[in-house]
Protein backbone atom coordinates (compact mmCIF):
# COMPACT_ATOMS: atom_id res chain seq x y z
CA UNK A 1 0.00 0.00 0.00
CA UNK A 2 0.83 3.45 -1.40
CA UNK A 3 2.15 5.98 1.70
CA UNK A 4 0.19 9.12 1.50
CA UNK A 5 0.44 11.87 4.10
CA UNK A 6 -2.66 12.37 6.09
CA UNK A 7 -2.18 15.50 7.48
CA UNK A 8 -4.95 17.80 8.55
CA UNK A 9 -5.86 20.57 6.56
CA UNK A 10 -5.21 22.85 9.42
CA UNK A 11 -1.46 22.53 8.87
CA UNK A 12 0.00 25.90 9.33
CA UNK A 13 3.23 27.77 7.87
CA UNK A 14 6.36 26.63 9.30
CA UNK A 15 8.06 30.14 8.77
CA UNK A 16 7.29 30.99 12.17
CA UNK A 17 8.22 27.57 14.20
CA UNK A 18 11.96 26.73 13.61
CA UNK A 19 11.72 24.06 16.38
CA UNK A 20 8.82 22.43 13.95
CA UNK A 21 11.02 22.98 11.19
CA UNK A 22 14.12 21.43 12.79
CA UNK A 23 12.00 18.66 13.87
CA UNK A 24 10.59 18.24 10.24
CA UNK A 25 14.20 18.03 9.24
CA UNK A 26 15.21 15.34 11.58
CA UNK A 27 12.15 13.26 10.41
CA UNK A 28 13.04 13.47 6.73
CA UNK A 29 17.23 12.55 7.33
CA UNK A 30 15.51 9.24 9.64
CA UNK A 31 13.18 8.70 6.50
CA UNK A 32 15.89 8.59 3.67
CA UNK A 33 18.46 7.04 5.48
CA UNK A 34 21.79 7.29 4.96
CA UNK A 35 22.03 5.96 1.53
CA UNK A 36 19.98 9.05 0.08
CA UNK A 37 17.24 6.49 -1.38
CA UNK A 38 13.68 7.81 -1.26
CA UNK A 39 11.10 6.41 1.07
CA UNK A 40 9.41 2.82 -0.35
CA UNK A 41 6.12 3.94 -1.52
CA UNK A 42 5.06 0.23 -1.49
CA UNK A 43 5.37 -2.50 -4.19
CA UNK A 44 5.70 -1.49 -7.67
CA UNK A 45 2.94 -1.63 -10.29
CA UNK A 46 4.70 -5.39 -12.42
CA UNK A 47 5.35 -4.53 -16.21
CA UNK A 48 2.15 -4.77 -18.29
CA UNK A 49 0.04 -3.27 -15.29
CA UNK A 50 -2.01 0.43 -15.74
CA UNK A 51 -0.72 2.82 -13.50
CA UNK A 52 -2.19 6.30 -13.08
CA UNK A 53 0.04 9.59 -13.30
CA UNK A 54 -1.19 13.32 -12.20
CA UNK A 55 1.00 16.05 -13.24
CA UNK A 56 0.75 19.90 -12.33
CA UNK A 57 3.35 22.80 -12.32
CA UNK A 58 3.32 25.98 -10.93
CA UNK A 59 2.53 25.43 -7.74
CA UNK A 60 2.91 26.14 -3.89
CA UNK A 61 2.91 30.44 -3.01
CA UNK A 62 5.74 32.25 -1.04
CA UNK A 63 4.54 32.08 2.64
CA UNK A 64 5.59 35.24 2.85
CA UNK A 65 2.98 36.59 0.08
CA UNK A 66 0.14 38.58 0.82
CA UNK A 67 -2.38 36.59 -0.78
CA UNK A 68 -0.84 33.61 1.21
CA UNK A 69 -3.57 33.66 3.83
CA UNK A 70 -1.64 30.52 5.84
CA UNK A 71 -2.34 28.49 3.37
CA UNK A 72 -5.58 29.25 2.52
CA UNK A 73 -4.88 31.21 -0.39
CA UNK A 74 -7.91 33.48 -2.75
CA UNK A 75 -9.93 32.77 -5.32
CA UNK A 76 -7.35 33.41 -7.96
CA UNK A 77 -4.15 32.61 -6.22
CA UNK A 78 -2.61 30.07 -3.46
CA UNK A 79 -5.27 27.01 -4.51
CA UNK A 80 -2.29 24.42 -3.88
CA UNK A 81 -4.58 22.58 -1.08
CA UNK A 82 -7.20 22.52 -3.31
CA UNK A 83 -4.90 21.01 -5.86
CA UNK A 84 -3.20 18.37 -3.84
CA UNK A 85 -6.96 17.81 -2.35
CA UNK A 86 -7.08 15.93 -5.96
CA UNK A 87 -4.33 14.35 -5.51
CA UNK A 88 -5.39 12.74 -2.22
CA UNK A 89 -8.85 11.70 -3.73
CA UNK A 90 -7.05 10.25 -6.91
CA UNK A 91 -4.52 8.18 -5.10
CA UNK A 92 -2.06 8.40 -8.24
CA UNK A 93 0.75 5.66 -8.99
CA UNK A 94 3.17 8.58 -9.67
CA UNK A 95 3.06 12.42 -9.37
CA UNK A 96 4.94 14.67 -11.79
CA UNK A 97 5.74 18.01 -10.24
CA UNK A 98 6.14 20.51 -13.51
CA UNK A 99 8.42 23.16 -12.60
CA UNK A 100 7.89 25.95 -10.51
CA UNK A 101 7.17 23.93 -7.70
CA UNK A 102 7.42 26.42 -4.39
CA UNK A 103 7.77 30.31 -4.80
CA UNK A 104 9.17 32.58 -5.23
CA UNK A 105 13.22 31.21 -5.15
CA UNK A 106 12.63 27.11 -4.12
CA UNK A 107 14.62 27.89 -0.95
CA UNK A 108 14.39 25.09 1.19
CA UNK A 109 11.79 26.84 4.27
CA UNK A 110 9.55 27.66 1.65
CA UNK A 111 9.51 24.31 0.64
CA UNK A 112 8.61 23.33 4.38
CA UNK A 113 5.73 26.15 5.00
CA UNK A 114 4.30 26.18 1.61
CA UNK A 115 4.87 23.00 -0.87
CA UNK A 116 5.16 20.51 1.97
CA UNK A 117 1.53 20.69 3.49
CA UNK A 118 -0.04 20.52 0.80
CA UNK A 119 1.48 18.44 -2.52
CA UNK A 120 3.96 17.10 0.29
CA UNK A 121 1.10 15.40 1.51
CA UNK A 122 2.24 12.77 -1.55
CA UNK A 123 5.97 13.51 -1.51
CA UNK A 124 6.82 9.60 -1.74
CA UNK A 125 5.39 8.93 -4.97
CA UNK A 126 6.26 12.50 -6.04
CA UNK A 127 8.80 12.79 -9.21
CA UNK A 128 9.46 16.08 -9.96
CA UNK A 129 11.14 18.60 -12.61
CA UNK A 130 13.09 21.66 -10.96
CA UNK A 131 11.77 25.20 -12.89
CA UNK A 132 13.25 28.55 -13.19
CA UNK A 133 11.86 29.81 -9.94
CA UNK A 134 13.95 26.86 -8.20
CA UNK A 135 16.88 28.16 -9.64
CA UNK A 136 16.63 32.10 -7.65
CA UNK A 137 17.96 29.95 -4.64
CA UNK A 138 21.97 29.11 -5.58
CA UNK A 139 22.06 25.50 -7.91
CA UNK A 140 18.20 25.12 -6.47
CA UNK A 141 19.60 23.69 -3.31
CA UNK A 142 16.41 24.21 -1.81
CA UNK A 143 14.42 21.89 -4.13
CA UNK A 144 17.09 19.45 -4.58
CA UNK A 145 17.28 19.40 -0.39
CA UNK A 146 13.52 19.02 -0.45
CA UNK A 147 13.30 15.99 -2.77
CA UNK A 148 16.28 14.34 -2.36
CA UNK A 149 17.37 11.38 -4.35
CA UNK A 150 14.10 11.23 -6.32
CA UNK A 151 14.83 14.74 -7.98
CA UNK A 152 18.46 13.31 -9.62
CA UNK A 153 21.44 14.37 -9.39
CA UNK A 154 21.68 18.15 -8.28
CA UNK A 155 24.57 18.38 -10.92
CA UNK A 156 22.35 17.79 -13.79
CA UNK A 157 18.67 17.58 -12.96
CA UNK A 158 17.83 15.17 -15.28
CA UNK A 159 16.99 11.46 -14.77
CA UNK A 160 14.39 8.36 -15.98
CA UNK A 161 12.05 5.98 -14.43
CA UNK A 162 10.25 2.89 -15.90
CA UNK A 163 6.21 2.88 -14.50
CA UNK A 164 4.25 -0.06 -15.48
CA UNK A 165 4.63 -0.49 -19.28
CA UNK A 166 6.24 3.32 -19.94
CA UNK A 167 9.10 5.02 -19.53
CA UNK A 168 9.13 8.34 -17.83
CA UNK A 169 12.26 11.00 -18.41
CA UNK A 170 12.43 13.76 -16.41
CA UNK A 171 14.50 16.97 -18.45
CA UNK A 172 15.75 19.70 -16.96
CA UNK A 173 14.84 22.55 -19.31
CA UNK A 174 16.57 25.19 -17.15
CA UNK A 175 19.16 24.73 -20.07
CA UNK A 176 22.14 26.79 -18.67
CA UNK A 177 22.32 24.62 -15.88
CA UNK A 178 21.45 21.61 -17.28
CA UNK A 179 24.82 22.10 -19.74
CA UNK A 180 23.19 22.48 -22.34
CA UNK A 181 19.63 21.49 -24.52
CA UNK A 182 20.83 21.05 -28.26
CA UNK A 183 22.02 18.47 -29.73
CA UNK A 184 25.25 16.82 -28.71
CA UNK A 185 24.72 18.78 -24.90
CA UNK A 186 25.44 16.61 -22.50
CA UNK A 187 21.78 16.06 -21.14
CA UNK A 188 20.74 15.42 -25.02
CA UNK A 189 23.28 12.49 -25.36
CA UNK A 190 21.86 11.16 -22.67
CA UNK A 191 18.72 11.62 -23.54
CA UNK A 192 19.29 9.72 -26.44
CA UNK A 193 21.37 7.12 -25.13
CA UNK A 194 18.62 6.64 -22.05
CA UNK A 195 16.07 6.14 -24.83
CA UNK A 196 17.98 3.67 -26.73
CA UNK A 197 18.59 1.62 -23.39
CA UNK A 198 14.95 1.66 -22.58
CA UNK A 199 12.80 0.93 -25.49
CA UNK A 200 9.44 0.86 -24.02
CA UNK A 201 6.54 1.14 -26.41
CA UNK A 202 4.83 3.80 -24.63
CA UNK A 203 7.78 6.38 -23.58
CA UNK A 204 6.09 10.06 -21.67
CA UNK A 205 9.02 12.93 -21.17
CA UNK A 206 8.65 16.38 -19.09
CA UNK A 207 10.16 19.14 -17.82
CA UNK A 208 9.20 22.80 -17.24
CA UNK A 209 9.67 25.44 -20.27
CA UNK A 210 7.35 23.79 -22.70
CA UNK A 211 8.22 23.37 -26.34
CA UNK A 212 4.92 25.43 -27.57
CA UNK A 213 2.86 27.15 -26.40
CA UNK A 214 -0.10 29.54 -27.01
CA UNK A 215 0.69 31.36 -23.15
CA UNK A 216 2.36 34.83 -21.85
CA UNK A 217 5.87 33.38 -21.77
CA UNK A 218 5.33 31.56 -25.47
CA UNK A 219 7.31 28.81 -26.88
CA UNK A 220 10.66 27.53 -26.43
CA UNK A 221 12.85 26.69 -29.16
CA UNK A 222 15.88 25.69 -26.99
CA UNK A 223 13.78 22.38 -26.33
CA UNK A 224 13.75 21.56 -30.04
CA UNK A 225 17.14 19.19 -30.18
CA UNK A 226 15.64 17.57 -26.75
CA UNK A 227 11.95 17.20 -29.10
CA UNK A 228 13.56 15.43 -32.02
CA UNK A 229 15.26 12.67 -29.88
CA UNK A 230 11.95 12.25 -28.18
CA UNK A 231 10.34 11.47 -31.88
CA UNK A 232 13.30 9.83 -33.23
CA UNK A 233 12.85 7.13 -30.58
CA UNK A 234 8.48 7.32 -30.63
CA UNK A 235 7.67 8.71 -27.13
CA UNK A 236 3.97 10.09 -27.00
CA UNK A 237 3.64 12.65 -24.30
CA UNK A 238 5.44 15.78 -23.61
CA UNK A 239 4.11 17.50 -20.29
CA UNK A 240 5.17 21.10 -19.22
CA UNK A 241 4.18 24.11 -16.78
CA UNK A 242 5.81 27.48 -16.99
CA UNK A 243 2.74 29.58 -18.39
CA UNK A 244 0.20 29.25 -15.91
CA UNK A 245 -2.53 27.58 -17.69
CA UNK A 246 -3.96 24.62 -19.43
CA UNK A 247 -3.16 23.59 -23.29
CA UNK A 248 -3.31 20.43 -25.36
CA UNK A 249 -1.99 20.32 -28.95
CA UNK A 250 -1.90 17.66 -31.28
CA UNK A 251 0.89 15.54 -32.42
CA UNK A 252 4.10 17.28 -33.51
CA UNK A 253 7.21 16.96 -34.99
CA UNK A 254 10.26 19.44 -33.18
CA UNK A 255 9.61 22.26 -35.87
CA UNK A 256 5.54 22.18 -34.76
CA UNK A 257 4.41 20.32 -37.99
CA UNK A 258 1.66 18.69 -37.61
CA UNK A 259 2.12 14.71 -37.30
CA UNK A 260 -0.13 11.83 -36.68
CA UNK A 261 2.29 8.86 -36.98
CA UNK A 262 5.50 9.92 -35.13
CA UNK A 263 4.44 13.39 -33.54
CA UNK A 264 4.31 14.11 -29.95
CA UNK A 265 1.31 15.03 -27.53
CA UNK A 266 2.55 18.09 -25.64
CA UNK A 267 0.58 19.34 -22.29
CA UNK A 268 1.26 22.38 -21.00
CA UNK A 269 -0.44 22.34 -16.94
CA UNK A 270 0.92 25.21 -15.22
CA UNK A 271 -2.39 24.48 -13.45
CA UNK A 272 -0.95 23.26 -9.83
CA UNK A 273 -2.43 26.82 -7.88
CA UNK A 274 -0.08 29.93 -7.57
CA UNK A 275 -2.29 31.85 -10.69
CA UNK A 276 -3.20 32.18 -13.78
CA UNK A 277 -1.50 33.56 -16.93
CA UNK A 278 -3.60 34.49 -20.21
CA UNK A 279 -3.38 33.24 -23.06
CA UNK A 280 -2.72 34.80 -26.44
CA UNK A 281 -3.83 34.11 -30.04
CA UNK A 282 -3.50 30.35 -30.26
CA UNK A 283 -0.96 28.72 -32.06
CA UNK A 284 -1.04 26.27 -34.99
CA UNK A 285 -1.98 23.03 -33.68
CA UNK A 286 -3.30 24.00 -30.55
CA UNK A 287 -6.61 22.16 -29.76
CA UNK A 288 -7.51 22.78 -26.01
CA UNK A 289 -6.88 26.36 -24.00
CA UNK A 290 -8.24 27.20 -20.61
CA UNK A 291 -6.58 30.28 -18.42
CA UNK A 292 -8.84 30.19 -15.09
CA UNK A 293 -8.78 26.86 -13.56
CA UNK A 294 -6.92 25.03 -11.20
CA UNK A 295 -6.30 21.75 -11.72
CA UNK A 296 -4.36 18.68 -12.18
CA UNK A 297 -3.88 16.54 -15.35
CA UNK A 298 -4.81 12.40 -14.22
CA UNK A 299 -3.15 10.59 -16.99
CA UNK A 300 -4.39 6.08 -17.29
CA UNK A 301 -0.89 4.62 -18.65
CA UNK A 302 -2.15 1.29 -20.49
CA UNK A 303 0.36 -1.14 -22.17
CA UNK A 304 -0.80 0.06 -25.43
CA UNK A 305 -1.76 3.37 -24.82
CA UNK A 306 -3.45 6.58 -22.44
CA UNK A 307 -6.30 8.32 -21.22
CA UNK A 308 -6.25 11.96 -20.35
CA UNK A 309 -8.64 14.11 -18.09
CA UNK A 310 -8.15 17.71 -17.24
CA UNK A 311 -9.53 17.43 -13.10
CA UNK A 312 -10.35 20.98 -12.23
CA UNK A 313 -10.34 21.79 -8.33
CA UNK A 314 -14.40 21.95 -6.62
CA UNK A 315 -16.31 24.22 -8.31
CA UNK A 316 -14.23 24.34 -11.73
CA UNK A 317 -16.46 23.66 -14.94
CA UNK A 318 -13.88 23.21 -17.35
CA UNK A 319 -12.50 19.55 -17.97
CA UNK A 320 -10.64 17.95 -21.10
CA UNK A 321 -10.74 14.22 -22.06
CA UNK A 322 -9.60 11.62 -24.32
CA UNK A 323 -7.85 8.87 -25.31
CA UNK A 324 -4.48 7.56 -27.46
CA UNK A 325 -2.73 4.57 -28.67
CA UNK A 326 1.20 4.33 -28.62
CA UNK A 327 3.02 4.22 -31.39
Not at 53 to 82: E, F, K, L, S, W
Not at 111 to 134: C, I, M, Q
Not at 308 to 323: H, L, N, Q, R
Request: glycine share 12%; hydrophobic share 40%; aromatic share 10%.
Amino acid sequence: MRRYDQRPRAARSMRTRPLAIAAILVMSLVAWGATGAPPSSGSPRPPGATVTVAAAGDIACDPDAGNYHDGRGTGTTCQMRATSDLLMAMRPDAVLALGDNQYENGALARFLASYDPTWGRLKAVTRPVVGNHEYLTRDAAGYFSYFGAAAGDPATGYYSFDLGSWHLVAINSNCGQAGGCGAGSPQEAWLRADLAAHPARCTLAYWHHPRFSSGEWGSHPSMTAIWQALVDYHAEIVLSGHDHDYERFAPQDASGNLDSSDGVRQFVVGTGGRNHYATGKAIVHSVVRNASTFGVLKLTLRPTGYDWEFVPVAGGAFTDAGSARCH
